[in-house]
C-alpha cells in the first residue's frame, strides 16, 4: 500500500533496489485512485523509478485500483488475468482478486486448487490484497467473522485450501503495518501494507479479532524473502535497514497419496 504518500514510497523503492531483487511481488493500493491515469506517474511511477526500470514486478488489484481495466495492461502477470501462478525455481507464486466472490464461485475455487493440487514446489506464496486474520482496522470482526466481505472470502475460501495444500504463506496488504499471524493450520499469514499509505495502529482488543499474532509494527518496510533447496528466509526491513522481523521456513511436506 503506497497510496497517498510518493515520497515515502521513493525511500521503500530505493531501499528494495539497494538490495538487487530478482523480481517485485506488489499487494495493492499503488496509489489513492487508479482510475485517474493522471495520478499515475506521479504518485507511483515517478518515485519507484530506479526500482521499476531494473527489477520485474507483479501486483495483485487492492480497493484503490478500482478495478480499473489499465491496471493489468501496465502490469503484466503470467497469463495476462487478475488470477495468476508463477513458479520459480522451487517456489511457487500466485496471485488473486480477493474483490471476487470466492467464496461462492466454484470456478475460481477449482482454479486455486487445480494449482495447489498439483504444485511440487517447496514453498507455496498466495498474495491476496485483504488478511484473513489482522490486529489492525481491517481485522475487525462481529461475531467472530471478519466485518469486510473480502477478508471473510479469505478466510473462508481461500485459507482452508491453503491449509490442505501445506502452503507457505498469504501475503497481503490492506493494513498500513506489517504483521505476521501464524495460524494452526500451519499457514502464515503476512500483512505487509507499510510501503507509504498513513500507517494505521494496532486495536486496542487486537487479541480478541485475532489470537494468533506473533509480530506487528506500524512502520514503512518492505519483506525480502531468499529461498533456496534447504528453507526459505523472509526478513522485513525499514527504509534504514532496521530488521522488524524474520521468519524461515521449510520445504513444505507433499503428500505422497
Known amino acids: 500500500d503506497t497510496r497517498t504518500s510518493p515520497d515515502i ?10 538490495i538487487n531483487p530478482r523480481f517485485a511481488l506488489f499487494s495493492g493500493d499503488m496509489i489513492a ?6 495520478r499515475w506517474r506521479p504518485e507511483f511511477f515517478e518515485p519507484g523509478r530506479a526500482l521499476l526500470a531494473t527489477v520485474p514486478m507483479y501486483e495483485v488489484m487492492g480497493n484503490h485500483e478500482h478495478n480499473c481495466g489499465m491496471v493489468p495492461l501496465m502490469f503484466k502477470t503470467p497469463g495476462g488475468g487478475k488470477n495468476w501462478s508463477q513458479t520459480i525455481a ?11 466472490d ?38 475487525l470482526t462481529r461475531a467472530g467473522k471478519p466485518v469486510e466481505e473480502q477478508a471473510r472470502n479469505a ?3 481461500i485459507l482452508p485450501l491453503l491449509a490442505r495444500y501445506h502452503a507457505t504463506a498469504m501475503i497481503c496488504g490492506h493494513d498500513h503495518d506489517y504483521e505476521r499471524s501464524e495460524l494452526p493450520e500451519g499457514v502464515t ?19 480478541l479479532h485475532n489470537p494468533y499474532s506473533k509480530a506487528f509494527a506500524s512502520r514503512n518496510h518492505f519483506c525480502h524473502f531468499i529461498a533456496d533447496d534447504s528453507a526459505c528466509v523472509m526478513k522485513v526491513l525499514t527504509t534504514d535497514g532496521a530488521i522488524l522481523d524474520t521468519r524461515t521456513w521449510e520445504p513444505r511436506v507433499l503428500d505422497t497419496e
Not at 461462492?104 to 482454479?111: C, I, T
Open 9 to 18: 514510497w521513493g525511500r521503500v523503492s530505493e531501499a528494495m533496489r539497494k
Open 33 to 38: 485512485d487508479g482510475r485517474q491515469f493522471d
Open 90 to 100: 522451487n517456489v511457487q507464486i500466485l496471485g488473486v482478486d480477493g474483490a471476487l
Open 102 to 139: 470466492w467464496a461462492h464461485n466454484r470456478d475460481l475455487r477449482a482454479w486455486l486448487e487445480r494449482e495447489l493440487s498439483t504444485s511440487r514446489a517447496d514453498f507455496i506464496f498466495l498474495a491476496d490484497h485483504y488478511p484473513p486474520w489482522s490486529s489492525s482496522k481491517h481485522g
Open 155 to 157: 478466510r473462508d475460501a
Open 189 to 207: 499469514v503476512i500483512v505487509t501494507g507499510g510501503g507509504g499509505a498513513p500507517l494505521y495502529s494496532k486495536l486496542p482488543d487486537a487479541s
